[in-house]
T-cell receptor, first 115, second 112 residues
Framework: ETGVTQSPTHLIKTRGQQVTLRCSSQSGHNTVSWYQQALGQGPQFIFQ???????GRGNFPPRFSGLQFPNYSSELNVNALELDDSALYLCASSLSADRVVYEQYFGPGTRLTVT | DQQVKQNSPSLSVQEGRISILNCDYT??????FLWYKKYPAEGPTFLIS?????DKNEDGRFTVFLNKSAKHLSLHIVPSQPGDSAVYFC???????????FGAGTRLTVKP
């Protein structure tokens, strides 16, 4: 059974640019959640996708957007990057039924640095 | 808004002794509470959870206690082992568990 994988591992971007981060869910999981973890803080919920539809969103601006594909892999897109977007971005997958989400399994994260 | 708080950034205990990690929350609508463990360069790993209808859940060396009136939960590790050294995150969510809120984490160091 393959766990949650994320790519790339590290990324450096310039302020104002756009970035796409990718996540492959654990086999059999139909739900993906994305989190932003700033240095010294806990993960902050960005949004969640269940069967290709958004199933909840945290307090992040619209320039943070996402997609979930039919194979349940997912992308996180961030437009107009700001310095404060520098963080570890975590993806978590889970198996949900009727939109109720059970234990989430995290990938290793993508470290984004905005200069 | 910091709805989940872990007020101790770090904790150090001796191998074999009990480790107690604490967590407070402010949102009475939280229905489900979880503890995650995180090693460097890895994502958080699920450890143990508890539903709001219970006050205790035990899994081997790990026990989580929930005090709803005080909006407080704690994780007990007995006996503590050096391999338990990691950052521990407390998390809470509503009934559908689709908006999980994390605390800032407590770094546990277990000394041999």
């Amino acid at each position: 059974e393959t766990g949650v994988t994320q790519s790339p591992t590290h990324l450096i971007k310039t302020r104002g640019q756009q970035v796409t981060l990718r996540c492959s869910s654990q086999s059999g999981h139909n739900t993906v959640s994305w989190y932003q973890q700033a240095l010294g803080q806990g993960p902050q919920f960005i949004f969640q996708y269940y069967r290709e539809e958004e199933n909840g969103r945290g307090n992040f601006p619209p320039r943070f957007s996402g997609l979930q594909f039919p194979n349940y892999s997912s992308e996180l897109n961030v437009n107009a990057l700001e310095l404060d977007d520098s963080a570890l971005y975590l993806c978590a997958s889970s198996l949900s039924a009727d939109r109720v989400v059970y234990e989430q399994y995290f990938g290793p994260g993508t470290r984004l640095t905005v200069t | 808004d910091q709805q989940v708080k872990q007020n101790s950034p770090s904790l150090s205990v001796q191998e074999g002794r009990i480790s107690i990690l604490n967590c407070d929350y402010t949102n009475s609508m939280f229905d489900y509470f979880l503890w995650y463990k995180k090693y460097p360069a890895e994502g958080p790993t699920f450890l143990i959870s508890i539903s709001s209808i219970k006050d205790k859940n035990e899994d081997g060396r790990f026990t989580v206690f929930l005090n709803k009136s005080a909006k407080h939960l704690s994780l007990h590790i007995v006996p503590s082992q050096p391999g338990d050294s990691a950052v521990y995150f407390c998390a809470a969510s509503g009934v559908n568990n689709n908006d999980m809120r994390f605390g800032a984490g407590t770094r546990l160091t277990v000394k041999p």
